[in-house]
């Protein structure tokens, strides 16, 4: 298929700025095979489970990942980590009027004292050495960093960010984007849940920078995906599996639970799914086959974006596609502060 084929014209008022006063307050499109297209308040998406159903979260948690600051010859920089790989290692992209060479010192805006020092290249990236640390890496990120707000969101990070754009269920630090799917969720609609017999377990992907690069090929057959890093338990395994043959089903909330999941099953090589820590390069585009997720709760993506045709490859392509213009006419909110979807997969007829 062509990347054009993912295409679709959005009008700009409705990427959503800010988030919803509340986080349930989001509008659910349901999408279920053989039906008419749902319009539904968020809150809706318990009716749509039944206890025995297994909920699967990412409890990745966003880090403060965008800093301002000066080269040492005073070009002002915009840094942003794409992941954490040491105690005083990043690698990060880096905007600047000319870009920083090896060995060039950076410092940031709020801390005078530490050092970043570039010392080399890996790929489109920068491999940053930070010095003069008086804490941990996280600990400075904390102090000195900003929330880091997607592309499309155009304004300034505020004070509100650093709750909002967080998943209530977030445990493990190393994200630069948020697991946008889980920002609908209070402790209350979770509560809710469990009060049905939901049951719930979590995965880890922490969500590169790269989620929002550009596919830069003419067919999605010859893109090639970027990696990050997940972690999928035992515990998970055993939820899923015991799930399966109790003849319930599996909701993945959010296109990084599938790609952990459906990574896990692929690496497996003796049950429908194993544990794996490690690195996930996994594309999934019209014609995957799903091994594990049943329903899928995910926010509207970009077009032309891997996360677009991953969605297509669940549901289907004319039904995604169709989909989406039904939520642009009924004017949903889109991408990560937007509206949600929950889906059913594509079973062929």
Not at 80 to 89: G, K, M, P, V
Request: with cysteine; charged share 20%; glycine share 6%.
């Amino acid at each position: 298929m062509k990347v054009s084929d993912f295409n679709f014209e959005l009008p700009n008022e409705l990427i959503a700025q800010f988030p919803p006063e509340q986080r349930t307050d989001s509008k659910l499109l349901k999408v279920f095979q053989g039906q008419s297209f749902i319009d539904a308040p968020f809150s809706s998406i318990v009716d749509e489970l039944e206890a025995g159903d297994l909920v699967v979260l990412n409890n990745t948690k966003v880090i403060p990942a965008r800093l301002f600051g000066q080269k040492n010859t005073g070009g002002r920089i915009e840094v942003l980590l794409e992941r954490i790989t040491s105690e005083n290692q990043f690698l990060a992209q880096i905007r600047a009027s000319k870009a920083p060479k090896v060995g060039q010192t950076l410092h940031i805006d709020g801390d005078a004292t530490v050092e970043i020092e570039v010392i080399g290249r890996q790929g489109v990236f920068f491999v940053c050495q930070v010095h003069k640390l008086s804490n941990s890496l996280f600990d400075w990120l904390e102090d000195v960093g900003h929330m880091p707000l997607p592309p499309y969101i155009e304004r300034a990070d505020e004070i509100t960010d650093q709750n909002r754009y967080q998943t209530v269920f977030a445990e493990q630090p190393g994200a630069v984007a948020a697991p946008t799917a889980g920002l609908h969720y209070d402790e209350a609609l979770l509560q809710a849940m469990k009060d049905k017999g939901v049951q719930f377990c979590y995965v880890t992907l922490h969500v590169g920078a790269g989620t929002y690069q550009p596919v830069r090929v003419d067919t999605i057959e010859e893109h090639e995906m970027h990696s990050e890093a997940i972690e999928v338990s035992q515990q998970v395994c055993d939820a899923v599996i015991a799930t399966k043959q109790a003849g319930k089903r599996v909701m993945a909330v959010g296109t990084t639970v599938v790609r952990s999941l459906e990574s896990a099953a692929q690496k497996s090589k003796t049950a429908l799914i194993e544990p794996y820590t490690g690195e996930t390069t996994i594309f999934i585009y019209p014609g995957y086959e799903f091994k594990i997720i049943d329903l899928l709760q995910t926010n509207f993506h970009l077009p032309e974006s891997t996360l677009l045709m991953l969605v297509s490859a669940f549901s289907g392509y004319d039904n995604t596609m169709q989909a989406y213009q039904h939520a642009i006419k009924q004017r949903y909110r889109f991408f990560s502060y937007g509206d949600a979807m929950l889906l059913e997969k594509h079973t062929a007829t």
